[in-house]
Structures are given as C-alpha cells and as structure tokens.
T-cell receptor, first 115, second 109 residues
Framework: EPEVTQTPSHQVTQMGQEVILRCVPI?????FYWYRQILGQKVEFLVS????????KSEIFDDQFSVERPDGSNFTLKIRSTKLEDSAMYFC?????????????FGDGTRLSIL | QKEVEQNSGPLSVPEGAIASLNCTYS??????FFWYRQYSGKSPELIMS????GDKEDGRFTAQLNKASQYVSLLIRDSQPSDSATYLC?????????FGAGTTVTVRA
C-alpha cells in the first residue's frame, strides 16, 4: 500500500540553526500538509499546500517556517532559526485532494530536538 | 477557533469488552470526521471515516455521527490488547484537520 515517507526520523539541532524536514507524499495525491505534535499535546495543523502554493496556514506557521516542493516528489518544511519550543514530532500528510473530505494519510514523523 | 473535544481518559476495559469513545466539535458546518489511532511515539493511523449521520461499521469498529448534536463516537467491540492506544478524533474543515486531545485506551488481559 502506498505510504508517506519522512526523513530523517530524528533530527537534533542547536538552537538558532536552520533545519529542513523532508517528505515524499503518496504519488497521486495533490494536497500536502505539515502537522506538529509537542510531547503530550494534541496534533496541531501547520500548513496545507496545493498546486505549488500554500492553501492555508495556522498562526504557528510564522515567518520562520517555509514549505517547498522542489521537485515532483519531495515536500519540505524549513525552519529558519530554530527555538527550543520547536522541539516536537513533525508529521507530513497527503490526501488525494479531489474532495476536501477525503482522509489524510500520515507519515511516520520526524522527531525534532532543539538543544 | 474550531474546537474538537474528546472524553478524558484514560479508559481501561477488559479484553473482549466494548470500548466507547466520544467526541464533540464546535463547527456546525463540518462535513467529514475521522478516527485515528496513535500508538505511543508513532504517527496517527486512520481507522475510520464518516460523513453522514448514522452508523458506519468496519470490522470491530463502529463510528456514529450525529450532526445535529455535533457528536461523533467510536465503539471498539471485542477489545484486544493490541487496541491499547490513544484514539484521536479529527474533523476536516477545508482541507485542514482539527484534532482532539485523544483518549487513551488500555485493554487489560
């Protein structure tokens, strides 16, 4: 069964450094998403992406965050200058996108630890 | 703010029993609803989707939706130890999922 893949599985970074999280969505899916989950808290929406542009973003997704689809398969999340509070699990998801109600399928996540 | 609330856990059930999970949502215009299972340290795994009022059954899982009451539930029949996990209710609003905090279920043998 097709799946969303994320790399790396764990990223350790010094505060203030830039980090790029990578995702390969399911191949025929059109909508891509990033969510994060701080330890012990709920899963929170960050951003949705369609047709090479951001569809919607949350208030968490400030100027320090950016997303990009650099080629036909990868979808990346960049955090420009990391803060301690960016430590979390980051999940990429994708959906077919034909209708807004279709399920989103999640990757295994990247655990980001900021020191 | 579109809120999704779940009944607080943890919920402990004996093996073979029914686990009942509840969820309410604030946005009356929401059209699609999902239950995800999340094992500790893992990603959310889709187990059920429901779009219309009433019941939807898939194996040992039954989802129930009541849009008038803004209420979604999940029943797990014949609970197994492998069902021990956190169950997340998620509501889709314009391609964005809003999640509840989750209910942790422990199935004791």
């Amino acid at each position: 069964e097709p799946e969303v893949t994320q790399t790396p599985s764990h990223q350790v970074t010094q505060m203030g450094q830039e980090v790029i999280l990578r995702c390969v969505p399911i191949s025929n899916h059109l909508y891509f998403y990033w969510y994060r989950q701080i330890l012990g808290q709920k899963v929170e929406f960050l951003v949705s992406f369609y047709n090479n542009e951001i569809s919607e973003k949350s208030e968490i997704f400030d100027d320090q965050f950016s997303v990009e689809r650099p080629d036909g398969s990868n979808f990346t999340l960049k955090i420009r200058s990391t803060k301690l509070e960016d430590s979390a699990m980051y999940f990429c998801a994708s959906s077919p996108g034909t209708f807004s109600n279709q399920p989103q399928h999640f990757g295994d996540g990247t655990r980001l630890s900021i020191l | 703010q579109k809120e999704v609330e779940q009944n607080s856990g943890p919920l402990s059930v004996p093996e073979g029993a029914i686990a009942s999970l509840n969820c309410t949502y604030s946005d009356r215009g929401s059209q699609s609803f999902f239950w995800y299972r999340q094992y500790s340290g893992k990603s959310p795994e889709l187990i059920m989707s429901i779009y219309s009022n009433g019941d939807k059954e898939d194996g040992r899982f039954t989802a129930q939706l009541n849009k008038a009451s803004q209420y979604v539930s999940l029943l797990i029949r014949d609970s197994q130890p492998s069902d021990s996990a956190t169950y997340l209710c998620a509501v889709n609003n314009d391609y964005k999922l809003s999640f509840g905090a989750g209910t942790t279920v422990t199935v004791r043998a």
